[in-house]
T-cell receptor
């Protein structure tokens, strides 16, 4: 099973709202990622968690707050977003480490976020 | 740092014709190479990967790619395309031995299959 699930599928929020995106994988992967994808653009890395610890933050504004409660779950907390934050938010996971190194990342279907 | 260049933003091809999508990369260290496909309103699906070994890599849906270290290329090919292959294709790299690094993507190539 190579499935990464994301909820919700669609989210519309106002600029003063607080919401959260959720991501889950049961492949035993120890690295999880958040990407942001604007229309007709490639995904851009936001955050990387390795063994439940934040290892990479690509200078993302503080209105985006990631959380990794355990090895299977990854959240992205949203607060005071701007309309330009509207995008597809993709979660991914990978093995992250090991002798048989396979760093391919498996992506979820994404959450389509619209900020009004 | 790594970078990826996909030379064609859009490639129109007739159904059952062969196709090649071009990808060149730049890196000061060894890299892993990947091709992902994204259908409309969906996430990314891994087509194939090059980690080491044979430079000709076979993937899903009849796609294959060849790693050429001297030309720093990783072009994707399919001998006969189908309407269902219409999608956005992304070439990506990650740093070899870099642990849980993120992927660096090219800008994507939109493959359009014409009947």
């Amino acid at each position: 099973d190579t499935e990464v699930t994301q909820t919700p599928k669609h989210l519309v929020m106002g600029m003063t709202n607080k919401k959260s995106l959720k991501c889950e994988q049961h492949m035993g992967h120890r690295a999880m990622y958040w990407y942001k994808q604007k229309a007709k653009k490639p995904p851009e890395l936001m955050f990387v968690y390795s063994y439940e610890k934040l290892s990479i933050n690509e200078s993302v504004p503080s209105r985006f707050s990631p959380e990794c409660p355990n090895s299977s779950l990854l959240n992205l907390h949203l607060h005071a977003l701007q309309p330009e934050d509207s995008a597809l938010y993709l979660c991914a996971s990978s093995q992250g480490r090991g002798l048989a190194v396979h760093y391919e990342q498996y992506f979820g279907p994404g959450t389509r976020l619209t900020v009004t | 740092a790594q970078s990826v260049t996909q030379l064609d933003s859009q490639v129109p091809v007739f159904e059952e014709a062969p196709v090649e999508l071009r990808c060149n990369y730049s890196s000061s260290v060894s890299v892993y190479l990947f091709w992902y496909v994204q259908y409309p309103n969906q996430g990314l699906q891994l087509l194939l990967k090059y980690l080491s070994g044979s430079t000709l890599v076979k993937g899903i849906n009849g796609f294959e790619a060849e790693f050429n270290k001297s030309q720093t290329s990783f072009h994707l090919r399919k001998p006969s395309v189908h309407i269902s292959d219409t999608a956005e294709y992304f070439c990506a790299v990650s740093r070899w031995g870099g642990g849980a690094d993120g992927l660096t993507f090219g800008k994507g190539t939109h493959l359009i299959i014409q009947p």
